[in-house]
């Protein structure tokens, strides 16, 4: 392999939230953190160099998006998932998570309802209720250790009101790629009862082998509301620049996001994030090639050591990105005692499953993220702690 990912990289002392937050977190600095969202990795060297460049001028002052950056997600899209983007369709935001915020207060009054799908990446329940709009929960259903979308139970809840539902493809925290049926059949529930969709694709392009993610946007028709938030922050590790784009068909629904952006105010950017954000579209391919063989052992590595030696511990099985979602259940303890015999007998800090929604207790996600050397002292460490 060209890049190594196994060269042990020390983030302490950064102000790294991941290192350096264990303490306020976990209560504790002697965890080995395997929570926060993101990696351990460097990123690719086109992006350091990128950054290097633009750190030769001495001027960082308020900066416009230069055309050369839509293309780059125009040209990412289309050479990584053959969607034909269309430059005017293209919003810049300042991240996917005041994203989700902004098409909340776009899209649903105070009287409406949001749909969300627990258990499900936490910002999702906070734009909502935040913002004081009704909260309407459509659950997954786990049938033998998969997540599948329970569509029927989604048809009732667009029925109670709804306006948006928050779709998150491919899925945080259980590691579900949904297939182009599903994602029609939910698009048909849209149509039917006129919801706005914000899908939330950042992890798109941390997809498995043997699985194929489908870009809700483009299945869209003309009439469809779809809000497609993406970003290179989770693929290539730069997740602290904050930078995002919104893909809007339509021009009503981007107008709306607009406004929304212009009411919180959060329009700005800074040169380095965008500096970053296209050498990774540019120049990114062949180190995120490597990068998923990597995640791929380390998952399977994960699965075959829990089966063989902590069966209490079942991995669901994941599709995409780097966090693994793990079925605690058989260890029969509740969820705060779950997160207590991790922190204290295993001292390994992993996000709690019921962060995601009452739909994950007992879980925990586990972030793979980091050479495997880690992974390793992860699972020893909960070994020893369960079986000796």
Request: aromatic share 10%; net charge negative.
């Amino acid at each position: 392999m060209l890049f190594d990912f196994d060269a042990p990289i020390s983030r302490e002392n950064t102000n790294a939230v991941k290192f350096d937050g264990r303490q306020y977190y976990f209560g504790t600095k002697d965890v080995i953190p395997a929570w926060v969202a993101d990696m351990d990795f460097a990123v690719p060297e086109c992006i350091t160099r990128a950054l290097q460049e633009r750190l030769q001028h001495p001027v960082f002052g308020y900066t416009l998006y230069p055309e050369s950056l839509y293309e780059s997600i125009i040209e990412w899209f289309w050479r990584r998932h053959g969607w034909k983007i269309e430059r005017e369709w293209i919003l810049m935001a300042p991240g996917v998570v005041p994203s989700l915020f902004a098409a909340v207060l776009a899209f649903a009054n105070e009287s409406d309802g949001v749909i969300v799908q627990p258990p499900v990446y936490f910002p999702f329940f906070s734009a909502v209720t935040t913002n004081r709009r009704k909260l309407i929960l459509n659950p997954l259903r786990e049938i033998d250790g998969r997540y599948e979308i329970d569509l029927e139970h989604l048809e009732m809840c667009a029925q109670q009101g709804a306006k948006l539902l928050m779709l998150c493809t491919p899925h945080n925290p259980v590691g579900r790629v949904w297939t182009q049926q599903e994602l029609t059949s939910v698009l048909n529930i849209a149509r039917k009862y006129n919801l706005v969709i914000l899908s939330d694709d950042i992890h798109c392009d941390l997809i498995y082998p043997g699985n194929t993610h489908t870009m809700l946007g483009k299945l869209a028709q003309p009439g469809d509301r779809i809000i497609t938030t993406i970003a290179p922050n989770k693929t290539f590790n730069i997740p602290g620049l904050g930078l995002s784009a919104l893909v809007i068909t339509d021009a009503v629904q981007r107008n709306a996001m607009k406004q929304a952006f212009e009411t919180l105010h959060v329009g700005n950017t800074n040169p380095l994030s965008i500096a970053a954000f296209e050498a990774a579209y540019r120049g990114g391919d062949e180190w995120l090639y490597e990068l998923m063989i990597y995640l791929q052992t380390t998952r399977n590595y994960v699965s075959d050591y829990l089966l063989k030696n902590i069966p209490q511990i079942k991995m669901t099985k994941s599709e995409a990105t780097y966090l693994l979602w793990l079925d605690c259940r058989e260890m029969g303890m509740s969820d705060s005692q779950l997160r207590d015999f991790f922190i204290q007998k295993c001292k390994v800090g992993m996000n709690p499953g019921k962060v995601f929604g009452e739909a994950g207790a007992g879980f925990m996600r586990l972030n793979i993220g980091t050479r495997k050397a880690a992974i390793e002292q992860i699972l020893l460490s909960i070994d020893d702690a369960i079986n000796k």
